[in-house]
């Protein structure tokens, strides 16, 4: 079965840091582009960062850019969100998710998720 | 980067057809996409491409495009439909955008 795990959510200080990673199975892994897709309590969607297949193009909401990093290692099957500099606004479900990919062709939407992995931040 | 605009909510009667609509400035030159979230469950995608469905997902889904505005559509709702409906798009400087969501309330 396609599946995408995630982990390394917890309890983080303002000011703190965390790592999460999401093990991919299932799937041919490196060629997809990969998401982290936030969902704060009781609000909707955010999109937090992209990773293509090969690490070549990255691209963060505003709201992160310049305190997350996006990364992932094929021969792992594993994509990682370092997350530093962490704000109370960063809490969240943090879901890791897969690229949308059909008769050969990809698209900018997800098909494949985590069940997510939660991160409070909070003093 | 853009916004993409939803009803916070839209109530149907069981076995009726539920209009989602989705409004976005990019909408007519970028593919939207749509995922139902049930309470405690990560999304699921419903429609992509406008209009396409993903295998698994009922032909009593649908979705389709009109200018800046996308609508999903699900004709025979069932009670199961309840859920959370987000669109999405996509620029084309690679932000990935979602709507604010729309609660769907079967009656």
């Known amino acids: 079965e396609v599946q995408l795990v995630e982990s390394g959510g917890g309890l983080v200080k303002p000011g703190g840091s965390l790592r999460l990673s999401c093990a991919a199975s299932e799937f041919t892994f490196s060629y997809y582009t990969m998401n982290w897709v936030r969902q704060a309590p009781g609000k909707g969607l955010e999109w937090v960062s992209s990773i293509s297949s090969s690490s070549s193009f990255i691209y963060y909401a505003d709201s992160v850019k310049g305190r997350f990093t996006i990364s992932r290692d094929n021969g792992k099957n594993a994509l990682y969100l370092q997350m530093n500099s962490l704000r109370a606004e960063d809490t969240a479900v943090y879901y890791c998710?897969?690229?949308?990919?059909?008769?050969?062709?990809?698209?900018?939407?997800?098909?494949?998720w985590g069940k997510g992995t939660t991160v409070t931040v909070s003093s | 980067s853009y916004e993409l605009t939803q009803p916070p909510s839209v109530s149907v009667s069981p076995g009726q057809t539920a209009r989602i609509t989705c409004s976005g400035d990019a909408l007519p030159k970028q593919y939207a996409y749509w995922y139902q979230q049930k309470p405690g469950q990560a999304p699921v995608l419903v429609i992509y491409?406008?209009?396409e469905r993903p295998s698994g997902i009922p032909e009593r889904v649908s979705g389709s495009s009109s200018g800046t505005t996308v609508t999903l559509s699900i004709s025979g709702v069932q009670a199961e439909d309840e859920a959370d409906y987000y669109c999405?798009?996509?620029?084309?400087?690679?932000?990935?955008?979602f709507g604010g969501g729309t609660k769907l309330t079967v009656l």
């Open positions: 491409k406008d209009s």
């Open positions: 998710a897969r690229e949308h990919c059909t008769n050969g062709v990809c698209y900018p939407a997800m098909d494949v």
């Open positions: 999405q798009s996509a620029d084309s400087s690679g932000t990935v955008v």
